[in-house]
């Protein structure tokens, strides 16, 4: 198999995922091509950043052990950015918590 075959068939899932997410719609619906084209970037990132990694690791550059420690780091910066962006909304291991009061006003103009 090819790199450009083996990409090609990864990016075929980005019609399930839009169609997951707006559900069936044509071709030729904006929305959807542009949910398509979203979904497809995410993969190719995906994989992308996983070989890169994969790579890495395998040429010593750092450990997986280094890499779990920033992916974690990493991670609790976003979650902190993400709370800021949208008060009343927070992250915890169980799902997610909502302040009804600060997240109603920080949802105000979401939706026309």
């Known amino acids: 198999m090819t790199l450009e075959k083996a ?10 995922f839009a169609g997951w997410q707006l559900g069936t719609r044509t071709d ?6 542009a949910v398509r084209d979203h979904r497809e970037v995410t993969l190719l990132l995906r994989v ?3 070989a890169l990694t ?3 690791i395998e040429k010593g550059v750092f450990t997986q052990e ?3 420690k920033a992916i974690m780091t990493e ?7 993400l709370e800021q962006r949208f008060p009343g909304f927070q992250a915890t291991d169980i ?3 909502i302040e009804p009061q600060k997240a109603k006003k920080t ?6």
């Not at 990409?7 to 399930?16: A, I, Q, S």
């Not at 030729?28 to 091509?33: F, S, T, V």
């Open 7 to 16: 990409l090609n068939r990864l990016c075929k899932w980005r019609t399930v």
């Open 28 to 33: 030729k619906d904006p929305e959807c091509a």
């Open 48 to 50: 992308e950043v996983s």
């Open 54 to 56: 994969a790579v890495l």
């Open 66 to 68: 280094e890499y779990e």
């Open 75 to 81: 991670a609790w910066h976003m979650n902190e950015m």
């Open 95 to 97: 799902g997610m918590s």
């Open 107 to 112: 949802m105000e103009g979401w939706r026309p």
